[in-house]
């Protein structure tokens, strides 16, 4: 004869059983991570990067999908290398970063694909606009005995998704624009 167990009486068993994970903060090593992008044209592609920025990690080596990363840039300082496109990269034609002044990506779950790759899904909001994107991205390193590690990604966004689509006549540029992020970072003490 069978014996029945009421179902709600084995959930707390399993709760119990169940491993704890707990992400713990970590903080981006500024001097080894970048975000940059490129953005191709008729005449000459524009390849730059953010000066500014931050990143808010909650990192877990044993779960990595339980990780978050939620990054803030400074829309003021985009770097082309050329001051007068940066300026115009400001101003209202493109990033309008005056009444924008902040880029942001917030993960919503990541998923694990090898021990390596990741995809981390979030949304982005450029101009106030925010779509969802999935980033491919590699896991290079995790040192669990230094917690430090280093993750890197590349995805292509519509510049027009997020209100940035000025075209200009003479050098006509590209609707996507390829987006990389290298990041290292460290427990934060």
């Known amino acids: 004869m069978k014996r029945w167990i009421p179902t709600l009486a084995i959930v707390p068993v399993l709760a119990a059983a169940a491993p704890a994970f707990d992400p713990e903060p970590f903080v981006r090593d500024v001097a080894h991570s970048q975000i940059n992008f490129v953005a191709v044209s008729r005449l000459v592609d524009a390849h730059g990067t953010f000066d500014k920025w931050d990143a ?7 779960k990595v999908e339980a990780t978050t990363f939620n990054i803030s840039i400074d829309a003021k ?38 021990e390596d790759r990741i995809n981390i899904t979030g949304d982005l909001t450029i101009r106030g ?61």
């Open 77 to 114: 300082s985009i770097n082309t290398r050329i001051e007068m496109r940066d300026n115009h990269l400001r101003s209202n034609d493109f990033f309008a970063a005056d009444s924008f002044p902040t880029i942001t990506f917030k993960s919503a779950f990541i998923n694990k694909l090898s």
């Open 129 to 189: 606009q925010t779509k969802r994107v999935t980033i491919p991205a590699r896991l290079v390193f995790f040192d669990k005995e230094r917690k430090v590690g280093r993750v890197k990604g590349e995805t292509t966004i519509i510049r027009q998704d997020y209100g940035v689509s000025f075209q200009s006549p003479v050098n006509p540029i590209e609707s996507e624009v390829k987006v990389q992020f290298d990041v290292a970072f460290a427990a934060k003490k």
């Open 56 to 62: 808010d990690i909650q990192f877990d080596a044993d």
